[in-house]
């Protein structure tokens, strides 16, 4: 199976992690926006990231292509059977996807991907909102935040975590520290990007942002 995008996307980062969580092989094939491959267009007709290849099952959507793992490759389980378990997994996957990376991209285009990727001036008032954004985001997660060495749902790790933890490296590249007041966020985030799924990639997204490597076009 072949995942088609760079893990700087939250989304592409969301997938990848979500792959290693199963134990499965996967082969990456590390484009950046507005990539013409065809193999990736196939299955991504909107050019979006990720893309996603299992044979002859071609699909966009990180959130479309975990749904998919999860049915295709059960062990071990990532989206809860249990109604409502299964309910707020995707609520909080929903709420990752869209109100946390509302915030986050507009940090992470105007602070990084404008200059660094596309040579363009970012706009540092967006990017200030979405700072503005990401904080008070942040506020009401400290209040749902798991204990220690627990989850977000149902106790055990779910996509609800995983799709939680992605944008909160972008946090971490464009700068932006989660404050000390907010500690139980601040574990459960370092918890998770110390996770084997998570780890490698994180390292390899930093040095990136330190300028040591670059993505593919
Ligand atoms: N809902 C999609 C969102 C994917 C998405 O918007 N990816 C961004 C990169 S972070 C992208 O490809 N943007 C380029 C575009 O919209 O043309 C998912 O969960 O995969």
Known sequence: MKLF????????RKTAAFLNEKGLNWDHA?????????????????GKIPGFRDGEVKL???TAI?????AAYPEPRLIPER?????????????????????????FFNLVVAPRFLKQKGDE???EEGRGEVMKFMEFF????????????????????????????NVEHVGVA????????????????????????VAAERKIMAGEFGVKG
């Open 5 to 12: 995008g760079a893990t700087l996307s939250p989304f592409v």
């Open 125 to 127: 008032g967006v990017a």
């Open 30 to 46: 590390p484009i950046g926006l507005g990539s013409q491959d065809e193999e990736f267009l196939e299955c991504s007709p909107f």
């Open 60 to 62: 966009s959507d990180s």
């Open 142 to 169: 400290e209040a749902r935040a798991p204990e220690p060495g627990s989850f977000l749902v149902g106790g055990a790790l779910t996509l609800a975590d995983i799709s939680m933890a992605s944008p909160f490296v």
């Open 178 to 201: 989660i404050p000390d007041s907010l500690s139980r966020t601040r574990a459960w985030v370092a918890a998770m990007h110390e996770r084997e799924s998570f780890a490698a990639m």
């Open 83 to 107: 109604a409502e378990d299964r309910a707020r997994a995707i609520w909080w996957d929903e709420i990752a996807d869209t109100v946390l990376v509302a915030g986050v991209g507009k940090m």
């Open 66 to 70: 975990c749904v998919y793992l999860d």
